[in-house]
C-alpha cells in the first residue's frame, strides 16, 4: 500500500507543501535507514516528517488534516528492560512489523527511541484520536492515549552527535486500524468533546478569558517543598516507582501543580511548573535532563485551562 508523509524544515515550519511518496512500506523503510546513517548535529538541524495528509494550499494544524497516512509511529524514552532492547521489543510487539530508530536524547545507559507502524489502510481524520486511544492501549500505554495533535511530526532518524544511535526493523504484521478501534472502544470525555470541536481560534479566546480571572498574586513560595500547589501524594507515587512510568507520572504531577494554582485562582506559568518539576526531577534521578519539561508543561497547563 502507498506511503504518504508530510516534511517539514523544522517545529517553527508550518508549510504542508513538501510530502513524499512511496510504493509501500518496505520503499519507506529503505529511506529512513537511509537518513538514518546521516550525520547531524543536533535535533534542531534535523527536520520532520508526518502521517497526516492536508487539504490543499493550507498550513500545519488540525482542522486542516484529512487523514493519517497508512503508517504511525511511536515515540517511547522510559522503556525499562534488561537484555538486549530489540529482544524486549519483539517480546512485546513482535506479532506486528515495525521500524525502531533512536532519537537524539538516546544514550547508552537510557535509550530513548521511536517505533514506525505500517497500517494496512489510510486513518480518516475523524477516527484519528480513536486510533491513537486504541493503539496505545493495544501496546501497553507506551505514550499519552489522548491526543490532541492532529498533525503530530516526528524528526527523521540520523546520526546525532553524542546520542547513542541505531536502527533495527522486526517483521510481522501490519497494523490494522479498525481492528484495534473495534478491540478497544473509545469515548470522548464530555467535559472535551464540546471545547475541541470549537474552532481553533474561540478555543484560545476562552483560555484567555479564563486566565484574566486569575488574579491571586499573593502566594510564595521557595521550592516545590513548600509550595501549595504541588501534589504531595503524587510525588510519594513518582518516587515509589521502579520500572516505567516516570514521564507518565512526571505529567500528572504537572497536571495537578497547574490544576491547584487554577482552582486558587493563582496565575501559574509554564516556567513556575517547570522549576517546581525540574527540581523534583534532580533530586530523583535527573530522567528530565534531556527531555522538553517547558513543553509539556505548556501542555499541562493547557489541558487544564480547557478542562476547567
Avoid at 537518513?35 to 497526516?52: C, E, G, H, V, Y
Avoid at 527511541?113 to 493495544?138: D, G, S, Y
Wanted: aromatic letters at 14%; hydrophobic letters at 35%.
Amino acid at each position: 500500500m502507498e506511503i504518504s508523509l508530510t516534511l517539514f524544515n523544522s517545529i517553527f515550519d508550518n508549510k504542508t507543501t513538501q510530502k513524499l511518496t512511496f510504493k509501500d512500506f518496505n520503499s519507506f523503510e529503505k529511506a529512513l535507514y537511509g537518513l538514518a546513517q546521516r550525520r547531524i548535529k543536533s535535533k534542531n538541524d534535523a527536520p520532520l516528517m508526518s502521517p497526516a495528509c492536508y487539504k490543499p494550499d493550507t498550513t500545519r494544524k488540525n482542522d486542516n488534516v484529512t487523514m493519517w497516512s497508512s503508517w504511525c509511529a511511536v515515540d517511547v524514552d522510559d522503556f525499562k528492560f534488561e537484555g538486549d532492547l530489540y529482544g524486549n521489543l519483539r517480546a512485546r510487539f513482535g506479532n506486528y512489523m515495525f521500524v525502531c530508530y533512536s532519537t537524539a536524547s538516546s544514550t547508552q545507559s537510557f535509550p530513548k527511541f521511536r517505533l514506525v507502524f505500517p497500517l494496512t489502510k489510510n486513518v480518516p481524520a475523524e477516527k484519528i484520536r480513536h486510533f491513537w486511544f486504541a493503539l496505545q492501549t493495544e501496546l501497553g500505554d507506551l505514550g499519552d492515549k489522548q491526543t490532541k495533535d492532529l498533525s503530530r511530526m516526528y524528526y527523521i532518524p540520523a546520526k546525532y552527535d553524542n546520542a547513542f544511535n541505531f536502527i533495527f526493523s522486526n517483521s510481522g504484521n501490519y497494523i490494522d486500524p479498525d481492528m484495534v478501534m473495534n478491540k478497544h472502544p473509545y469515548r470522548e470525555k464530555s467535559g472535551n468533546n464540546f471545547f475541541d470541536r470549537l474552532p481553533e481560534d474561540m478555543q484560545r479566546e476562552i483560555i484567555e478569558h479564563r486566565k484574566s480571572k486569575l488574579d491571586n498574586t499573593n502566594v510564595n513560595w521557595s521550592s516545590y517543598r513548600n509550595c501549595p500547589f504541588f501534589p504531595k501524594q503524587l510525588e510519594k507515587e513518582y518516587r515509589m516507582i521502579t520500572n516505567t512510568g516516570w514521564y507518565h507520572k512526571m505529567y500528572q504531577i504537572m497536571v495537578a501543580i497547574a490544576g491547584n494554582a487554577v482552582k486558587n485562582k493563582y496565575p501559574i506559568t509554564v516556567q513556575e511548573i517547570t522549576s517546581l518539576c525540574r527540581e523534583l526531577d534532580v533530586e530523583t534521578g535527573n530522567w528530565y535532563k534531556s527531555r522538553p519539561l517547558e513543553k509539556e508543561a505548556d501542555r499541562a497547563l493547557e489541558y487544564v485551562y480547557k478542562n476547567i
